[in-house]
């Protein structure tokens, strides 16, 4: 079964990431332009948190904050399940099943990989499955015929 | 894998979660809030959809777009029109449209009347779940 490390490989090397002390209205059009619904918050390159969507549309106007006056730090999530690069798709899946997250930050050692995704883990997953399907098409053809 | 989702949605109770065009942006959020989901389906009063709004759709196009919360209406920037699967789809169909897409909410709909709302956790889990458990043998 596909990893992580196999996932990172083909999104590249970018991590998106921003500081914690970076405004709400930042981190926002920052996932705008890269398209993108959440970024991972780090300081000294180390991870400190992950600020998603969510976090937006929950802990910002509804609590009486606005977006150009609130740091990134103040409604981030600090609790970050991380994935290991060697997990596979069924691990990420369950994790983020079980958890109600839609974003992995992927770490080794301590240090910073990459970000997946939900729809990444499952683009994977479907690609997996299809390159499976065809394989035994042509093996059942092959018998056949 | 073959599913259908009209089961899904009678598995996930009859929820069927949705706000009216001329509701403000704060209400709905407020709704997704206590409701602890990221998207309503926005449905006239006859259950009729006319489209969809989710987190995504207001972390781009209120405050970058200058406008406010509490001044916008649901409508004006709700995503519109929206994908919808027929309730007759398999899961795996579903899963493919949300991938295509890119969307992570999925309401369900017959003759464009809402049964409910899947979102792309509930399908992904219907859709791995068994192929996961067949490929630890």
């Known amino acids: ?8 490989s083909r999104k590249g090397p970018q991590v998106l990431a921003i500081g ?61 399940v991380t994935a290991e690069p060697e997990w596979d798709m069924k ?11 839609r974003h992995l930050p992927v770490q080794s050692q301590g240090r910073l990989l990459g970000l997946v995704s939900m729809g990444d883990v ?16 042509q093996y059942m053809q092959v018998q056949v015929h | 894998m073959n599913t259908l989702v009209s089961e899904l949605v009678k598995r996930k109770g ?17 709704e997704m809030a206590s409701r602890d989901c990221g998207a ?7 259950d009729r959809v006319v489209g969809i709004f989710s987190e995504r759709d207001y972390a ?17 920037i709700m995503t519109t029109p929206v994908i919808c699967a027929e309730e007759h789809w398999t899961v795996e169909e579903s899963l493919r449209t949300m991938m295509e897409h890119r969307i992570r909410h999925l309401p ?11 979102s792309l956790r509930d399908v992904a889990a219907a859709v791995v779940e068994p192929v996961a458990a067949d490929s630890s043998i």
């Open chain 1, 1 to 8: 079964m596909r990893t992580v490390s196999a996932i990172l």
């Open chain 1, 20 to 80: 914690p002390d970076a405004t709400v209205l930042d981190a926002i059009r920052k996932m705008a332009e890269y398209n993108v619904g959440a970024l991972v918050v780090t300081a000294q390159e180390r991870l400190v948190g992950i600020i998603s969507e969510r976090d937006y549309a929950r802990k910002v106007i509804l609590r009486g904050r606005s977006s150009a006056h609130t740091t990134v730090r103040e409604i981030m999530t600090q609790e970050v």
């Open chain 1, 91 to 101: 691990r990420c899946m369950r994790v983020m099943t079980d958890r109600r997250f």
């Open chain 1, 122 to 137: 499952v683009k994977a997953i479907i690609d997996e499955q299809t390159f499976i399907i065809q394989q035994l098409e």
């Open chain 2, 14 to 30: 009859v929820e069927r979660w949705s706000i009216a065009p001329d509701e403000t942006v704060i209400q709905a959020l407020r």
């Open chain 2, 40 to 46: 309503l389906v926005v449905a006239e009063e006859n």
């Open chain 2, 60 to 76: 781009r196009k209120i405050v970058l777009l200058g406008r406010h919360s509490d001044e916008t209406l649901v409508g004006e």
């Open chain 2, 108 to 118: 369900v709909v017959k003759d464009n009347i809402l049964l409910g709302v899947l």
